[in-house]
């Protein structure tokens, strides 16, 4: 079992930046990919961002590509996204989820694991 703990969330004016992390705990060797989903008030779950557990690959939504960075830190099983620029409709709750495996890294039911969710709000 992996267990996935996300933080940084909260308000934001429009243009600002905030930084999520997502911690990751238990069979962090088993992880293959990690990302980011999001859910705005009465949108669909839609893909952020994704890395893979080497780091090396990276991807990102249309939406948010020239905007937010993934990136992780070994050492501390934590994997991050930089959200700079930010808009009101970035307004969402953002989830990290991880899979031990992956062939799709934008469909939300190949990631097995997921953290509870942290609410990030956009203010114009």
């Known amino acids: 079992q992996v267990q996935l703990v996300e933080t940084g969330g909260g308000p934001v004016q429009a243009g600002g930046s905030l930084r999520l992390s997502c911690a990751a705990s238990g069979r962090t060797l088993s992880i293959h990919t990690m990302a980011w989903f999001r859910q705005g008030p009465g949108k669909e779950g839609e893909f952020v961002a994704a890395?893979?557990?080497?780091?090396?690959?990276?991807y990102y939504a249309d939406s948010v590509k020239g905007r937010f960075i993934v990136s992780r830190d070994n050492a501390k099983n934590t994997v991050y996204l930089q959200m700079n620029s930010l808009k009101p409709e970035d307004t969402a709750v953002y989830s990290c989820?991880?899979?031990?495996?992956?062939?799709?890294?934008?469909?939300?039911?190949?990631?097995?694991?997921w953290g509870q969710g942290t609410q990030v709000t956009v203010s114009s």
């Open positions: 989820a991880a899979a031990t495996w992956i062939n799709s890294y934008k469909n939300p039911a190949e990631y097995g694991f």
């Open positions: 890395i893979s557990w080497s780091g090396e690959n990276t």
